[in-house]
């Protein structure tokens, strides 16, 4: 599986962006695709998971209601738009993937990575 995650800049506080991960390789039925990301002396957080059948859908509080994880079967790509942007959003956002199952909050659980692309939300 491989992954091309794109669409990070910089934008101010407020702004929307929308992030896209280009997923190829293999068909994706039965697969999770997450969205993470990092920050500088942080952790990689959990943000978002859709499975790619539609079944269902996981956001992390810290960006419910601001952030909508949707994908698209015929260019097998899954999207990230982000609203409301604030400062504490920035980071290098990850797109993920993996067999659907439990802990789909949990990084170390997905097992393709794309590259990365930075998110800067300036105040």
């Known amino acids: 599986v491989q992954l091309q995650a794109s669409g990070g800049g910089l934008v101010q506080a407020g702004d929307s962006l929308r992030l896209s991960c280009a997923a190829s390789?293999?068909?994706?039925?039965?697969?999770?695709m997450g969205w993470f990301r990092q920050s500088p002396g942080k952790e990689r957080e959990f943000v978002a998971a859709i499975v790619w059948s539609g079944a269902g859908i996981w956001y992390a509080d810290s960006v419910k209601g601001r952030f909508t994880i949707s994908r698209d079967n015929a260019k097998n790509t899954v999207y990230l738009q982000m609203n409301s942007l604030k400062p504490e959003d920035t980071a290098v956002y990850y797109c993920?993937?993996?067999?659907?199952?439990?802990?789909?909050?949990?990084?170390?659980?997905?097992?393709?990575w794309g590259q990365g692309t930075l998110v800067t939300v300036s105040s």
């Open positions: 390789g293999r068909t994706f039925s039965n697969y999770v």
């Open positions: 993920a993937a993996r067999l659907s199952g439990s802990h789909l909050g949990t990084s170390s659980t997905y097992d393709n």
